[in-house]
């Protein structure tokens, strides 16, 4: 499964990317998960391609937006008022078998991945 993404980048805090992922086909789950150096991979963003349901980590709420274009084979990722904390390789996945976006989320793993695109917020 091809997944391309791109857009990942080095900003100042408070700045930020949009990120996207070019995929050949839809999964039941899509969505971005990213890993700190030191830390466990976290699911930050996931859409339901299907009813175009969304669920977030808690820590980007309110600042990070994912969303879904079908004529264009890509999924976004807008990420605003970026932090430090938010630093790290941000990888598009999806998952054929995922029942809940919350728990595929923090469940961290995924049917397919990616490359990554790293992603650096200085303070």
């Known amino acids: 499964v091809a997944l391309v993404e791109s857009g990942g980048a080095s900003v100042q805090a408070g700045g930020s990317l949009r990120l996207s992922c070019v995929y050949i086909?839809?999964?039941?789950?899509m969505g971005w998960f990213r890993h700190a150096p030191g830390k466990e991979r976290e699911g930050v963003a996931g859409?339901?391609?299907?009813?175009?349901?969304?669920e977030y980590v808690d820590s980007v709420k309110g600042r990070f937006a994912i969303s879904q274009d079908n004529a264009e084979q890509t999924i976004y990722l807008q990420m605003n008022s970026l932090k430090p904390e938010d630093t790290g390789m941000y990888y598009c996945?999806?998952?054929?078998?995922?029942?809940?976006?919350?728990?595929?989320?923090?469940?961290?793993?995924?049917?397919?991945w990616g490359q990554g695109t790293q992603v650096t917020v200085s303070s």
């Open positions: 996945a999806v998952d054929r078998s995922c029942v809940e976006l919350k728990r595929w989320l923090l469940r961290g793993t995924s049917e397919y």
């Open positions: 086909a839809s999964f039941k789950c």
């Open positions: 859409i339901f391609p299907i009813s175009t349901l969304t």
